[in-house]
């Protein structure tokens, strides 16, 4: 199912699926708790790019603290929830543009309902989350531990049942830390529901590992057209994620607009510090994302300006000589 084809939902303002362009989430990593520090990096995201946040709610502390975190900021909201249905209420009425729940681990059916008919009346979306890591016993001895048919099996199981009570302000997400096992899940799961995907690589590992993995990964979700928001799991200061993300998305095409900076990747003829300035560049040029053109930064006159393809500004070694 092509990303045209699924419905659309509203996440605070918001609207992804349906064709709509690809929006790019992330996850604070400060305890909710901390609202001052909270919203804090929520503002240091917003500036990067960051075109939803999700923050964790384990407690009812946390639940309330939303409130006076979406006085200070300016994207959608979404609470992370599990275990506990009153904190999924507590959340909703405190804010939330939209609540990520995995029914499996909320309870009984009437627990459910209640976060259900909650998010009904507040016309909040919820996210049914599925995770590698968190699939039911009987989906791992129906197929042999995690699979992909088990994933897709429990996503669908969830919606129905939310479906059941009447729902279907719904966004899907399948989550695991194999590339290949996310990719197949996405496919077999795009051709069965209309739902939105919220697409993201879990436990992706460190920087370096997560940024290719996710890069991999969500690069060839997103081509495929199966996803529509998109987190980006990497350990550290979440503002690298948006980094991460806002080039997957530019180099997919998905995304227009910034500074796109190119280098060449040195040879005997580079006589300057390249990757020093390119970096230098690359900060400098974060700031101008109304602008949409190509710097390069080039070690010689070799590949320079003038030559057929070029980008809009070419900075050669003649840039260390003060142009
Ligand atoms: S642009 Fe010049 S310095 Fe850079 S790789 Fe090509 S030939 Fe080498």
Known sequence: MSRRDTKKINIGGRVIGGGSPVLIQSMCNTKTEDIRGTAAQILRLEQAGCDIIRVAVPTMEAALALREIKKEIHIPLVADIHFDYRLA????????????INPGNIGSRERVKAVVDKAREYGVPIRV????????????????????????????????????LGYDNLVISIKS?????????????????????????????????????????????????????????????????????????GALGLRKGGVEVVSCPTCGRTSIDLIGLANQVETMAAEFDDLDIKVAVMGCAVNGPGRPG??????????????
């Open 129 to 164: 989350g599925v995770n590698s890591g968190s699939l039911e016993k009987q989906l791992l001895e129906k197929y042999g531990g995690v699979t992909v048919e088990g994933l897709v099996e429990s996503a669908l199981d969830k919606t129905a049942l939310i479906e059941e």
């Open 89 to 100: 209420i507590a959340a909703i009425e405190n804010g939330a543009d939209k609540i990520r």
């Open 177 to 249: 830390s194999d590339v290949m096992m996310c990719i197949k899940a996405h496919e077999m799961i795009a051709e069965k529901t209309s739902y939105p995907l919220h697409i993201g690589i879990t436990e992706a590992g460190t920087v370096n590992a997560g940024n290719i993995k996710s890069s991999v990964g969500l690069g060839i979700m997103l081509y495929q057209g199966s996803g529509i928001p998109s987190g980006f799991p990497s350990p550290g200061d979440p503002v690298e994620e948006i980094k991460t993300a806002k080039l997957i998305l």
């Open 310 to 323: 070029r980008p809009t500004w070419v900075l050669q070694a003649a840039r260390a000589r003060g142009f």
